[in-house]
């Protein structure tokens, strides 16, 4: 009932910019947060940022200052703008979320299908 549903990513070259979008869908009472995590092949599936309804945000130190996650809490959505991507950030990017379902009482994590992002000249 619940879904995550990515989209915006693609083809860039170093030191462009991309905005990822995540919508969460379906049976949902609350959200607690929302993220964004990413694997690039033969690596294992790391965290990039997270924001929380509240707005407070966290990076991993290596997307701080270039990347900027945000939610807006009406449409249930995160973004994720991207800016001087480099090559090294090349990986598929899974939206990542704490929802509430209506129905149980506690939350638990979503994760969504995951977008391409390559970054090559």
């Known amino acids: 009932q619940v879904q995550l549903g990515e989209s915006g990513g693609g083809l860039v070259q170093p030191g462009g910019s991309l905005r990822l979008s995540c919508a969460a869908s379906g049976s949902i009472v609350s959200i607690n947060t929302m993220g964004w995590y990413r694997q690039a092949p033969g690596k294992q599936r790391e965290w990039v940022a997270t924001v929380t309804s509240g707005a407070s945000t966290r990076y991993a130190e290596s997307v701080k200052g270039r990347f900027t996650i945000s939610m807006d809490n009406a449409k249930k959505t995160v973004y994720l703008q991207m800016n001087s991507l480099k090559p090294e950030d090349t990986a598929v990017y899974y939206c990542?979320?704490?929802?509430?379902?209506?129905?149980?009482?506690?939350?638990?994590?979503?994760w969504g299908q995951g977008t391409q992002v390559t970054v090559s000249s």
């Open positions: 990542n979320a704490e929802i509430k379902p209506s129905w149980i009482q506690s939350s638990r994590g979503y």
